[in-house]
């Protein structure tokens, strides 16, 4: 409608908004008075009906009270002749009609009651009035009269009144119609003579013509303004013709100075692009020094260290045991701190990447914490782990440089705690969706650092202590690394200590769940009830936490005497514990002693041992496991199933802690080593594992022996003469695409260990990587998850953290 109503001509326009405005003042006028009117009707409705109420009960109050309905009915009868009543009923005190009158046709009328304490109640509904009015003779009340009415005579005087009101606007409107077609003539013609002169000058281009000035008002402003317009516009074209001479002159001057502007700009891009690539090159050729000093100091760190371990393997005086022992511990130092060095120039340099793998969040976490256990039996510490029971076990995330953060604050806790315990908690503090926030608290009885130094603790090359006296050694770049590993898995580090009382190293990480890891087929514990003897409270805050998913129901006792009592109140109840979970130190008596207490037998036990506790002999252990705190799940699970299963424990308990069958036994397993050093090494540690190997000194080498025998696996180095390791895997590869041969593994055993180097050589077509240097436990494993089928890549060090 308004589009329509913008393209009619001014004069209807004119005439429209006039009739519009008038129509829209009328309407709204005679509204009000119809609605005044109604309200006034109204309101003289129910003052009428009203006043006759009071009248009528004044009226028949004596016919009530002497019980006479037909003077009562004589008296409502009067009301016949109102059209609007519909019914009147004289009903007595207690509710019951007396006398009524109702207009024929019309239904008995609802009964209304009074109000508490009112003499009269005036209501609608149904479009009906009803007024119900106290019945009183003197002061006494003898009943109540009920007169409804309806709203015919409203209705029927509103009708008249909006008809004569109707008639009224039409006759208005015919008027207004009448004066808007004389009066619009007086603003629409100047314009449309406006109109038609503009039409002229933009048509034919001719600015000579003017509009006569008929009015004195804004009209006639306006076409007096119109013709001043005009004059400039004409004056305007000759100044124009003029600025356009002189533009023509400016353009073609700009037009040489953008051309050398722009001549020196594309010399200056070229000189920023050259600038760009002796950046990149500079970068690159960090990089590749960064590549070249790992792999040419893990080269004879490895024959450092694997002389070392095969040394230790043979027959050694005490003194000479010791001497190795400080050999291997200065090598494992020394490549510490290559490896936070080379962690810190990646860093910096923006090179350092994080992987997405799913893994078991529980297993990494215990694997790194038993990492430390050799440092706290040497230092006579207790180490303990507590993983609260809602943490999620598959999680996807860097399970290496999570287990590098933590590793770091474990070490830490190690070299500045010379007595009592490190405990280190996991949470999960929050999540949304599949997102989860992990918490790890490592906390200390050690030294503590002081408020000073906190603030600048995490700065890279800083140490509490600096002075030329200090006795803990470091380079000052782990927490720094530690930090901004946390904050690049997206969380935070941070801590609390008091010189003296211990600290307390946190920081957040986030994780994302993973597919549930396939669980294994234990049996289940689901109610088994487990009574725990002479645990501290961090102890016993851990183990509940691992008994707590299983299902187990567990109590704590402090020492061997409530414990004792424990087990006779159960027996007595007939709820007797299942199974027993014994510290080696008690407060009340010796944990060998209450082990084979009479009150204690026939009882499955479990024995923990601190990682300083020296062996015991089997024979007091009969019948008891034993294992080494700090506790992994899978092996207290499996501890308490065989427990419930009555399983006998192994004769030898240390044995039973520490045997594995040599996995490789048996092997026929190829090497590729150029260096003879490391090619002695890994020979051996091959050789001490079972493994029948033949070594060769290149790829070429290697190639040619793979096709004339068979072997079960092969270790291949990175960098060696004539053809390298990842083309040597490539031509392995192809001989046995070509010929149809078994698929055979071939792990990197390189010092390449920085990023990108795992993944080039696992596209290479290898199965498994191991960087140098490298330990004969980490040959036994990549051998066993080659043999498992699994393509994985277990990378130590810095390989596991490239």
């Not at 008038?22 to 005044?36: E, F, K, P």
């Not at 002229?200 to 003017?210: C, E, K, L, T, W």
């Not at 969380?491 to 008091?498: D, E, K, R, V």
Request: glycine content about 8%; overall charge negative.
């Amino acid at each position: 409608m308004l589009a329509a109503f913008r393209r009619l001509p001014i004069r209807h326009k004119l005439m429209a908004m006039m009739l519009l405005t008038s129509g829209s003042v009328l309407a709204l006028a005679m509204l009000a008075m119809v609605i005044n009117e109604a309200f006034t009707l109204k309101r003289s409705t129910r003052d009428q009906l009203s006043t006759l109420a009071a009248v009528i009960a004044s009226g028949s109050g004596q016919a009530l009270a002497l019980d006479d309905p037909l003077a009562a009915f004589e008296a409502l009868r009067a009301l016949e002749h109102k059209g609007n009543i519909i019914s009147a009923q004289l009903r007595t005190e207690d509710g019951r009609v007396f006398a009524e009158y109702r207009r024929p046709g019309e239904p008995p009328p609802p009964a209304f009651e009074l109000l508490p304490g009112a003499t009269r109640r005036v209501l609608e509904t149904d479009g009906h009035l009803y007024v119900v009015e106290q019945v009183r003779v003197e002061w006494n009340t003898v009943g109540t009269l009920q007169i409804g009415a309806d709203d015919a005579e409203l209705r029927a005087s509103l009708g008249r009144y909006s008809v004569i009101l109707l008639v009224m606007m039409l006759t208005t409107l015919s008027i207004a119609v009448f004066i808007a077609s004389r009066l619009q003539r007086v603003i629409s013609e100047p314009i449309l003579q406006l109109r038609a002169a503009a039409r002229r000058v933009a048509g034919q281009g001719d600015y000579s013509v003017r509009v006569p000035a008929s009015t004195d008002d804004e009209l006639g402003t306006l076409v007096e303004d119109f013709n001043d317009m005009l004059d400039q516009i004409q004056s305007r074209d000759a100044e124009l013709a003029r600025y356009n001479a002189r533009l023509a002159e400016e353009v073609d001057s700009r037009t040489r100075e953008l051309s050398r502007v722009n001549t020196e700009l594309f010399a200056r891009v070229d000189d920023l692009r050259a600038e760009k690539e002796r950046a990149e090159a500079a970068s690159h050729a960090k990089s590749r020094f960064l590549a070249n000093v790992s792999h040419e100091i893990r080269t004879p760190m490895n024959g450092i260290l694997g002389m070392a371990e095969l040394l230790g393997q043979t027959t050694l005086d005490q003194r000479q045991a010791h001497l190795l022992d400080m050999i291997s511990r200065s090598g494992r130092s020394l490549l510490a701190i290559i490896n936070d060095i080379l962690d810190l120039s990646r860093i910096e340099a923006g090179k350092l990447t994080l992987e997405e793998e799913d893994f078991d969040l529980r297993e990494r976490i215990e694997h790194t914490v038993e990492l430390f256990a050799e440092a706290v039996r040497q230092r006579g510490l207790e180490l303990v782990l507590s993983v609260a029971p809602h943490v999620p076990t598959a999680v996807c995330g860097d399970p290496g440089r999570l287990a590098q953060v933590l590793g770091n604050l474990i070490g830490n806790a190690v070299k500045f705690t010379p007595q009592g315990e490190i405990v280190v908690r996991v949470d999960a503090l929050a999540g949304a969706g599949d997102s989860v926030t992990l918490g790890f608290e490592v906390s200390d009885t050690g030294i503590g650092i002081a408020e000073a130094d906190q603030a600048r603790i995490f700065d890279a090359f800083t140490q509490t202590d600096d002075s030329i006296t200090r006795r803990h050694d470091g380079t000052g770049l782990g927490l720094t690394i530690a930090r901004q590993l946390a904050e690049r898995m997206g969380g935070q580090m941070g801590l609390t200590s008091q010189p003296g009382r211990g600290s307390t190293f946190w920081f957040t990480v986030q994780v994302q769940r993973a597919d549930a890891l396939v669980p294994v087929r234990d049996t289940p514990l689901a109610g088994v009830r487990v009574l725990l003897v002479g645990m501290p409270a961090s102890q016993r805050e851990a183990l509940h936490n691992m008994l707590a998913p299983w299902g187990v129901i567990d109590r704590a006792e402090p020492g061997a005497a409530p414990a004792l009592a424990a087990i006779a109140e159960s027996r007595a109840q007939g709820l007797p514990w299942q199974a027993l979970i014994v510290n080696d130190v008690l407060p009340d008596l010796g944990a060998l002693d209450f082990i084979h207490h009479p009150a204690s037998a026939g009882l499955p036990k479990i024995l923990l041992l601190a990682a300083h506790t020296g062996p015991l002999p089997a024979s007091a252990l009969a019948g008891c496991r034993v294992l080494e705190r700090p506790v992994r799940a899978r092996r207290l699970h499996r501890a308490l199933v065989r427990c419930l299963e009555h399983e006998a424990a192994p004769a030898d308990v240390q044995q039973a802690q520490t045997a594995a069958a040599a996995p490789a036994t048996g092997l026929r397993v190829l090497l590729a080593e150029d260096n003879p050093i490391n090619e002695e090494v890994a020979r051996s540690m091959l050789e001490g594992l079972g493994c029948q190997v033949r070594s060769v000194a290149d790829g070429h080498e290697a190639v040619a022996a793979y096709i004339s025998d068979r072997f079960d696996a092969v270790f291949m180095d990175g960098q060696m003469p004539v053809l390298d390791g990842l083309a040597a895997t490539r031509a392995i590869r192809d001989v046995e695409r070509r010929e149809g041969r078994a698929h055979t593994p071939v792990i990197a055993l390189t010092a390449h260990a920085v990023t990108g180097d795992r993944e080039r050589y696992l596209a290479s077509g290898m199965d498994d990587y191991v960087s140098k240097p490298f330990k004969a436990s980490e040959l036994a494993a990549a051998l066993a998850r080659c043999r498992a089928g699994q393509r994985t890549a277990k990378v130590r060090g810095l390989g596991q953290r490239a």
